[in-house]
């Protein structure tokens, strides 16, 4: 199973956010998160920005998962080197479940637009509403969306 990690415009631009996540190798994932019980080490993941900025709408890059930490208690992260990686206006109000250790991290030299591929994706089947693939945070893929993503990377630019 494949995953497509979504950075929305929020606390930060989404593009920045994805930069100082990704640069530090991890990535956070919140209790109302859809599919977090389904991320396991080793999947892979595409990363999507969301919102209005820079890249948006856009895969950005892909990783795979290395590690999941679960956090039971959210005082517990407090003294954390890895939470002290991420900017605490990322976590703002946001109640933490787990913080994923990424590996094999790649940041796309051509961003692939979801404009230019959305037809060739069986993970949006509502073509005319596709941004409502991108709202939960994590979604689900299969292995030919992901290598159609991970092809275009190769051909297309933002």
């Known amino acids: ?19 100082l996540l990704t640069k530090n190798k991890i990535w956070p994932i919140f209790r109302r998160t859809n599919h977090r019980p389904k991320l396991k080490p080793n999947s892979k993941i595409v990363f999507y920005i969301a919102g209005t ?11 795979k998962i290395d590690k999941i930490k679960i956090i039971e208690d959210s005082t517990a992260i407090e003294e954390s080197d890895t939470i002290n990686k991420i900017s605490k206006t990322i976590l703002k109000n946001k109640e933490l479940h787990m913080i994923i250790t990424l590996k094999n991290v790649l940041d796309f ?12 994706l069986k993970f949006i089947t509502k073509k005319s509403h596709y941004g409502i693939y991108f709202q939960s945070g994590v979604n ?13 990377s190769n051909y297309w630019s933002a």
């Open 140 to 152: 689900v893929m299969d292995e030919n969306d992901y290598q159609t993503i991970i092809r275009s």
């Open 1 to 19: 199973m494949n995953f497509c990690f979504i950075s929305s415009d929020a606390e930060i631009p989404a593009y920045e956010k994805f930069e």
């Open 53 to 63: 900025n820079i890249f948006s709408q856009n895969f950005v890059g892909s990783a």
């Open 109 to 120: 030299k051509n961003k692939v637009s979801i404009k230019n591929i959305m037809h060739e």
